[in-house]
């Protein structure tokens, strides 16, 4: 803990979450870099959701050696369930998620907590590296660098934030990690979150949060998280099916949290329809075949949930009447009247596009 009058202060400048679930091959690595942070005014809370393999008592043998190191056990309830968990007993000022299959670099820490203090920012912000077995990609921020006042963040990061430039690039990636947020915005935002979210959970938090920032700084290029990809995930698992209802209580989610900035919903609208065009076309373009278009209902009833929500009405009458992507105005076609000459233009489409990769 940090030093104040001489005297240590009880509550630690962050707090460390991490969810973790049935990750006992990769929650050694994950630990290891957070206990050798060069930044020592942290406490780490390791929250076993239930796990079924050995993470519980990996978690346990860390907190009999370490006293920074406090073990929540608690029953499966998935991610969103885990962070609430979470945040709920961090005693710290500021809030890291770093999810238990995940690692972070030894300088993370004290470059985004020495940062907060001197600008006294409410989010500090930084990059990615995408770790996929041995391959390494970097993904930044689709923002500039720098620090952002109220002001600012109205000018130049609210009307970009969640879809910037043309159809589709985050202006700001949606995970809550490579991030510290001051407990005091991000609290109230992480409650609300529905635990039946189960796609999109980091956005459900993020950009409410943001949008109850007074300063944000952004790091570009300070590639401190490492994300590992994995096949077992519980995102790979839902994009194997449909998950039409699960992107709709996404959107629900966010329309309700937008809606309580009003001053900002002209400028965040349009974003969250483009959001929801953009998973709805990552979810229907691996169907496109011709069993599923032409023969089989499933991909038909998706099109009758989407076209008569509420949700998807908004989705249609705003997406099909600005810049998309080629394919998703044939999709939003066929979701709006299911013609047969729509679901041809459609396949002869999707074909096309496979025959240019």
């Not at 912000?125 to 002001?151: H, K, P, T, W």
């Not at 790091?219 to 839902?238: D, G, N, P, Q, V």
């Not at 483009?274 to 069993?291: E, Q, R, S, V």
Request: glycine share 6%.
């Amino acid at each position: 803990m940090e030093e104040m009058n001489g005297r240590k202060r009880d509550v630690p400048f962050l707090s460390v979450v991490v969810p973790a679930y049935n990750v006992e091959n990769y929650i050694k690595q994950c630990v290891d870099s957070i206990l050798e942070q060069s930044f020592t005014d942290f406490e780490l809370l390791l929250v076993d959701d239930g796990s079924k393999d050995n993470t519980g008592s990996i978690c346990d043998s860390y907190a009999a050696k370490d006293d920074r190191v406090r073990v929540l056990h608690k029953e499966n309830g998935g991610l969103v369930s885990a962070r609430k968990a979470g945040i709920t007993a961090a005693k710290g000022d500021y809030i890291a998620y770093v999810d238990g299959d995940d690692w972070i670099a030894p300088e993370m820490f004290e470059t985004l907590c020495s940062v907060a203090k001197k600008e006294s920012a409410d989010i500090v912000i930084s990059d990615f590296v995408i770790a996929q077995g041995e391959n390494r990609s970097f993904l930044s921020q689709n923002m500039d660098s720098g620090c952002y006042d109220r002001a600012m963040l109205c000018e130049q990061v609210y009307p970009y934030m969640l879809c910037k430039n043309e159809y589709f690039d985050f202006g700001f990636q949606p995970s809550l990690c490579s991030k510290i947020f001051r407990k005091s915005i991000l609290l109230e935002n992480q409650l609300a979150v529905k635990e039946k979210i189960k796609l999109g959970e980091d956005a459900a938090c993020f950009y409410p949060t943001i949008l109850e920032a007074e300063r944000i700084v952004y790091l570009k290029e300070k590639y401190f998280y490492y994300y590992r990809m994995r096949e077992t995930s519980i995102s790979h698992a839902i994009i194997r099916s449909f998950y039409t209802d699960e992107i709709l209580t996404l959107i629900e989610h966010l329309q309700e949290r937008f809606g309580r900035h009003k001053e900002l919903w002209p400028a965040l609208k349009g974003q969250l329809w483009l959001y929801a065009c953009y998973m709805f076309d990552n979810m229907i373009t691996p169907c496109l075949g011709i069993k599923s278009l032409f023969l089989t209902k499933n991909l038909r009833k998706e099109f009758s949930v989407i076209r008569n929500t509420r949700v998807g009405k908004e989705v249609l009458a705003y997406c099909k009447n600005v810049r998309t992507s080629s394919r998703a105005k044939r999709i939003l076609g066929v979701i709006e009247k299911e013609s047969f000459v729509g679901k041809v233009n459609l396949y002869l489409f999707f074909r096309y596009e496979k025959m240019k990769r």
